[in-house]
């Protein structure tokens, strides 16, 4: 399995655009969650889905970012418009309805706001 | 409220020096824990979780670690550090009060060096 993917792996944009990242989460996987990573927040849950359906969006930060899965094997994070305080790492991970807890992290894109 | 704390930022540690990486948690109910590493770039990986049965759970690339619910700890552990083993790694503990069970809540990371 070519685990979960996605894309870009960095993107560097002007502040106040529209920034889209994707990801792909493995096969058969129920779960799908968005993370965000910083040197001074951590590591921060975003919103998480469940068969496509968003279940947990308490960690979106504001309404500037936006998230969907419109099937099983595609979810994308969307910033409109992007602030140079957006400047992160955001990981999507995927997990099994079986053994729900262990989480399969992709390799992360790196955003940088400017 | 569920909640992890991994206690030191930084453990430094000599190579072929076991090493201890900690860990404490608070759960309402029974816990579900969990060890992951981030190696430079790369996103995180999943070492190792205690969902029950035997204190000692041991992992992927030597590592271990130990349940202790006196001590609400589950610290991780290697006999013998390997410099390859530098790294961020994150303790996390399932939220088992949510209305539904696949949210993990993760602790701050503990950077891990490992000198030659």
């Known amino acids: 399995d070519a685990g979960v993917i996605q894309s870009p792996r960095h993107e560097v944009t002007e502040m106040g655009q529209e920034v889209t990242l994707r990801c792909k989460p493995i096969?058969?996987?129920?779960?799908l969650f968005w993370y965000r990573q910083t040197m001074m927040r951590g590591l921060e849950l975003l919103i998480y889905?469940?068969?496509?359906?968003?279940?947990?969006d308490s960690g979106m930060p504001e309404d500037r970012f936006s998230a969907k899965m419109p099937n099983a094997s595609f979810s994308t994070l969307k910033i409109q418009p992007s602030e140079p305080r957006d400047s992160a790492v955001y990981f999507c991970?995927?997990?099994?309805?079986?053994?729900?807890?262990?989480?399969?992290f992709g390799p992360g894109t790196r955003l940088t706001v400017l | 409220a569920q909640s992890v704390a991994q206690p030191e930022d930084q453990v430094n540690v000599a190579e072929g020096n076991p090493l201890t990486v900690k860990c404490t948690y608070s759960v309402s109910g029974n816990p579900y824990l969990f060890w992951y590493v981030q190696y430079p770039n790369r996103g995180l990986q999943f070492l190792l979780k205690y969902i029950t049965g035997d204190n000692l759970v041991k992992g992927s690339y030597g590592f271990e670690a130990e349940f202790n619910k006196s001590q609400t700890s589950f610290h991780l552990k290697k006999p013998s550090a390997l410099v390859s083993d530098s790294a961020l790694y994150f303790c996390a503990v399932r939220d088992i009060g949510s209305s539904n069970t696949g949210k993990l809540i993760f602790g701050q990371g503990t950077t891990l060096q490992v000198k030659p």
């Open positions: 889905f469940n068969n496509n359906v968003p279940i947990d």
């Open positions: 991970a995927s997990s099994p309805m079986r053994g729900a807890d262990t989480q399969y």
């Open positions: 096969s058969g996987h129920d779960y």
